[in-house]
């Protein structure tokens, strides 16, 4: 392994793990093992190789660990955050993105301290509002969770910019009991608004929310896993809340049979499920 130096301390180039390797990342309660990704576009190569060239530059530092996110090795990117934390160690963006990867590998607690520092930082960084408001939906924290949202939406270019935010942000006033609000929010929503992209998804589910679609319109043609999660736990989500708990344990179980376990939803399911087993 090829090391530099750095600062008086010594900078890992080399990779946390082989290239290629695919390692475990989390294991669920039931001791199913979830594993990262093969890096078979070599992205994580791709930028290994940039930063070798230049390892003092925090860009591609952060480069690197995004691209072993985009593999799922999480507990990688996290290694290589914590060495861009040697060169920049007030960063909003690195809390953001370190937190997320935690929170992804269900690391919570550590996830927690990240992205309350990246918003205490930079109460201006949408993304780490984001992703704290996902934290604290997981933990029950349903008013707070609908704050952290709401600061996401308020600081997207456009409100359909923001539609993830939102979807989220009408989920957790659900959940805390805030219908007032929640129908107030889902008033905005209108088919006429312009979304596109993977955004697309949430808007779906908002207008479901709304009667204007249906389960079988939301779930038909072929889906991805991330997609099938992302839908199935908007729907069981939905009977929850309207007080269908045999369909919306349903949905969870759905949302958490494939393979998607990186995704928001899963570990929205995941914490769900564990609630209506008690």
Request: with cysteine.
């Amino acid at each position: 392994m090829k090391k530099m130096g750095f600062g008086g301390a010594a900078l890992l180039v080399a990779m946390a793990v082989p290239l290629g390797a695919q390692e475990v990342q989390y294991v669920s309660g039931s001791q199913r093992k979830y594993v990262s990704q093969v890096d078979e576009k070599n992205l994580v190569a791709e930028a290994s190789k940039k930063l070798e060239a230049d390892p003092m530059n925090l860009d591609l530092l952060i480069a690197l660990g995004d691209a072993y996110a985009t593999v799922w090795n999480h507990k990688a990117s996290i290694a290589v955050y914590d060495r861009a934390f040697a060169l920049a160690p007030g960063k909003p963006l690195l809390h953001q993105q370190r937190g997320h990867r935690y929170l992804s590998i269900r690391e919570f607690e550590k996830a927690r301290p990240d992205l309350e520092q990246a918003v205490k930082l930079d109460p201006k960084l949408a993304g780490a509002w984001y992703y704290l408001g996902v934290l604290r939906y997981i933990e029950g924290d349903f008013a707070g969770a609908a704050d952290a949202f709401g600061r996401n939406v308020s600081l997207a270019a456009t409100f359909e910019a923001g539609i993830g935010g939102v979807d989220w942000q009408y989920m957790s006033l659900r959940r805390a009991r805030k219908d007032k609000e929640g129908a107030a929010l889902l008033e905005r929503v209108t088919p006429a608004l312009k979304v596109e992209g993977n955004t697309r998804l949430y808007f779906n589910r908002l207008l479901f929310y709304k009667g204007l679609t249906t389960e079988a319109d939301l779930l038909e043609g072929k889906l991805d896993d991330i997609q099938l999660t992302t839908l199935s736990y908007g729907i069981g989500n939905f009977h929850l809340c309207e007080g269908r708990l045999a369909e919306a344990k349903a949905r969870f179980e759905k949302a958490v049979s494939t393979s998607a376990w990186p995704a928001l939803a899963f570990i929205a399911a995941e914490a769900d499920l564990k609630r209506l087993a008690k």
